[in-house]
């Protein structure tokens, strides 16, 4: 039988750290007390390929994504790190690699209620999940995007009053697969290192709260980062990185910062 | 009482034709067949202020699109298009407007059996969906957003050989709101008018014909954007858009047609 | 000799509004005041096509273009749309169309004194200049998107106090192309509708007074809004169109304001 | 005399990796031949922050920003990692930092010949150069984002014809500042590794020579970051990073691969 192009010797002979399928969209299902939740993520699934092969049989990742779907879909309690643990499970068995990796990157909707009023508010977080595979260890990434504001506490120390701005502050954990870490725990270490929590439904009277609360706790972009890194703490054996962006209100630029610890 | 901030005279009395809220993010669910669906769409609503009020009522813009949402997840045949009127048939009780308008953008992914080898592929597709309000009459504007490709007849017939490259082709129905339309429907259109419909997953056997029709069908980005207005004319009682974009192979920059047609 | 396969009869027989290329982006220089500038903007060039006709002949576009920009390089009072315009002049005489159309998109930056301490400040601006030939008549659009920010007037009447984010605003201006009109002067009506102008260099005693004129100009976005539409009134025979999101601090999601007026 | 808030101690004692200004987009100016060259790059500049400090003075940053633009435009042979370097000198003469960091990012436009008919065609890249101060010692990053495709091996063989598609090949250099390595170098080294090179002007004769070229030298987006990785060797005392990403016309996502090598 005559060999796949991909199994053949490539000419040039180099190792390469990842080869596979990257913004792949499709759907995912999870089964969660006894009801069916649908998204879409976007999936990417790598590999390490050694220098004696030309390609990877890309097919087989595309294939172990669907499979690893669909017997997920059936679980009573799936998560997308047991996806992505699953999909590295199915692709081992189609395909030889010593490193594989796969990111899942989707919205998270957290429901919250509201300051004053009490209302239900839902609240939409980009989030990250990152499931690696080195021979036999598993080790994960999990990352959360989360919206909140600075409020200027030298603009008030100058003038009386801060300026404020909407600020985004990301938290990244990486961490052995088994490490139970809960993804909202990780948006509430966020969300309580701002100036504020912001919320999709205010009414008046939540307003007021919020911009009381802004102006009780003026924030540099540097505390909050500070804010974050300390807050996490509370995620032992991880490694954590922190970076905080705030879209000035006074500039045309954004101003940064950035921070890790390991705990 | 006092009045509202939003409710006074502004200084600038200018009519003002759309004020709400963009890029809302939120978690919508729909009953379909007993089973919940649940994804996290993009939503914005807006509607038209008169010259005389400073400002809208933004959180009940935000009420109106949490309780249509509340109210729609225990539908059994929720549509986004009846989100989108509900959204704007419950914003009518708390606010007044003359024109008002929700665009809804989100992922739907559509099962597909590949061409030889028969497995089920799931494809994603971008899609919006936009229902308007004037006075009392329903307008609407659905549009898909499809993946397929272009095949030069130029190159073949100079160097005996295509240049092929991903194109992506839209395809925008306006209508009235009563005028059912599949959404699914549209995006066959669009994949019918490339040189191959193209799958997320592909084994040897299905590239083999996928590239064979490609090849069967050499198609200019003239050629898909012509196919799609030809292919639409089953939908009655439309406006219909038309856009291409290839994405050139043999080029830093894309190729583009647009066109449009009353059916 | 053998026709193009452009110039073919296409199996599908309708018009096409638009086609050509676009994202093409390379380097543009206009002489002025004896020195060269020179930056890379984003072009899109594009004509209609008459039902008879299978393809356009791309390359004469990419070289109508590649001829203005090499000519205009030697004029002493270039302007984008002068630039537009001698494409589609070099255009005509290369491909037959009825209407042409070309967009291009870059940056400009605008030289300011910071309003206390009297320093220099580099103001950078994304513009858009449309060209456009409908037979012999050119019209165009020139579009600004400025940074600013809106200062919740609601929100100090509840609260005492404000929320504060930052705000873009939009606007397009449609008319003849001999109407003269600056680019600048529309980035100062923009500036001039927010809350307070913004800066990428500000010490101290500026960002005091920035603070301080913020706080003594609370905006909605609406206000905002009709703010350009007013402050436009000084461009005459113009189609006016102005658009404001405010990417507000206490809320994951923007705000919206959009109106037009024909001067 | 009071201090400044940023010169206080934080509640919270936490070294900060990176504090500083992003996206900030101004106006540089170098002369190059006796000519004025301007583009508008966009930058991102930070330090480090003690534990002991709560904030960074960020409009000392924006000023190195600007002086060291302005000292460069009076260079007859100015550069972006001198720009850098000029950056990260003038701002050590204003604020205290043990690290620190500039990024520049933008668009670099190289004239090539084309392949057959000889016509120049300026061909845009998208670069970042990083200077890196670390106590006395500098160190760079260089990196381009090029265009070219891939032309699919394993379709050939399995249905005689290929598919083909845009695919992006991205080379990142790490290196000490002093090593002198040229953008259009590592360019070439990109395209040098595709199937083809691309054009932005291609007369039929031109197209007919890529097309060939393209068929001539089917890969694997596999075999172009080989290609990359190998092509870099001319480098020396470099830490070299390539990736490509394959937009494959026969799917909807995309494919990817990584390596790395030092020389």
Redesign the interface.
């Known amino acids: 039988m005559k060999r ?3 199994d053949r010797k ?18 995912v299902q999870t089964m969660w007390g006894g ?6 993520p976007k999936i ?1 699934l ?1 590999i390490d ?1 050694p220098e004696s092969r ?3 049989h ?2 087989r990742l ?2 172990a994504i ?1 499979e690893a779907i669909e017997e997920e879909s059936r679980e009573t309690h799936g998560s997308l790190e047991g996806l992505g643990k699953n999909i590295l499970v199915k692709l081992g068995r189609k395909h030889q690699f010593k490193s594989g990796e796969v990111v899942i990157e ?2 998270l ?1 957290v429901f919250r209620k509201t300051p004053v009023s009490g209302r ?5 977080h980009e989030i990250k999940v990152k499931v690696r595979r080195d021979g036999a260890e598993y080790t994960k990434a999990l990352s959360v995007r989360v ?1 909140g ?1 600075t409020v200027c ?3 008030i ?3 009386g ?6 600020a985004i502050g990301m938290l990244e954990l990486e961490t052995s697969l088994g490490n139970s870490i809960n993804l909202e725990d990780m948006i509430d270490v966020v969300e309580g290192a701002f100036s ?1 929590r ?8 939540d ?2 709260s ?3 609360s ?2 009780a706790n003026p924030k ?4 909050v ?3 974050i ?2 807050g996490a703490r509370k995620f032992k054996r991880c490694r954590v990185n922190a970076k905080v ?1 705030s ?15 390991s705990y």
Chains 1, 2, 3, 4 share one sequence.
């Open positions: 796949d192009t991909q490539p000419k040039v002979r180099r190792m390469l750290d990842k080869v596979g399928v990257t913004n792949l969209k499709t759907l009801r069916l939740y649908k998204f879409v990417q790598t390929l030309k390609g990877a890309l097919s595309v294939e669907s989707t919205d909707v239900d508010s839902a609240e939409s919206y504001n506490p030298h603009s120390e100058i003038s009053r801060p300026h404020i701005q909407r504020s912001v919320y999709t439904l205010l009414k008046s009277e307003e007021a919020v911009v009381r802004m102006y540099f972009v540097e505390d980062c500070r804010g890194i300390h962006i879209e000035e209100s006074i500039h045309r630029h954004d101003v940064i910062a950035e921070a890790s610890a």
